[in-house]
């Protein structure tokens, strides 16, 4: 109940406060490149059910047809604008809304695509008992993710073997450990992070 209360009641300030700030940005994405102001992609969350999360686009129109992963902060497909975005995270904004109609968290098992929770094992799919987060645990550790698979020889199998078993051991860890005052400390290590980068 704290959590949630946590979540609506922060969401919307955010989304109070930083408007101008994110019509700024549609304004920019609009000028930069063509295509829709938010990619709106289907993901998988609590209870194993599909939702929509939204963000700002960061990469051209049918992007997605050249492959699910990206590679690397200097992959062809990003544009100019959608680098900014990514690099400071402000490409996650648009996630207040997710978090505000409850279909995330600010703290919790970053959302995945169905294609890859398809690989999952029937004890993996103990993380859908929570809502997916904006950032956690595995987020922290995977925060230069899309280099780590440019440097790969093969993406995709590196993702699918290597990456999602270890964040799904992460995003376990956080699940027996989660209370308010830990989202907190996790949001706050976020923050710094991203500062910082």
């Not at 497909?77 to 990514?86: A, C, E, S, V």
């Not at 987060?133 to 550790?141: D, M, R």
């Not at 899309?146 to 020889?153: I, R, T």
């Amino acid at each position: 109940m704290i959590k949630r209360a946590f979540d609506v009641v922060f969401s919307v300030i955010g989304l109070v406060l930083l408007a101008p700030l994110l019509i700024l940005i549609a304004i920019i994405i609009k000028l930069d490149s063509k295509g829709p102001v938010l990619f709106i992609q289907g993901r998988v969350g609590k209870n194993n059910k599909d939702f929509k999360i939204f963000k700002f686009r960061t990469m051209r129109v049918q992007s997605h047809k050249k492959g699910l992963l990206t590679l690397g902060n200097d992959d062809s497909r990003i544009t100019k604008t959608g680098y900014f975005l990514r690099r400071y995270k402000i490409d996650e904004f648009p996630q207040l809304i997710n978090i505000l109609i409850g279909d995330m968290s600010f703290v919790g098992p970053r959302p995945e695509l169905r294609y890859y929770v398809n690989f999952y094992n029937e004890d993996d799919m103990g993380i859908f008992a929570v809502r997916p987060g904006i950032t956690g645990l595995a987020s922290l550790k995977y925060r230069n993710e899309v280099e780590l698979l440019k440097a790969a020889e093969n993406p995709e199998d590196f993702f699918i073997n290597t990456i999602i078993p270890d964040k799904l051991k992460f995003n376990k860890e956080y699940i027996k450990r989660r209370n308010f005052f830990f989202d907190l400390k996790l949001i706050f290590i976020t923050i710094i992070k991203v500062i910082t980068k």
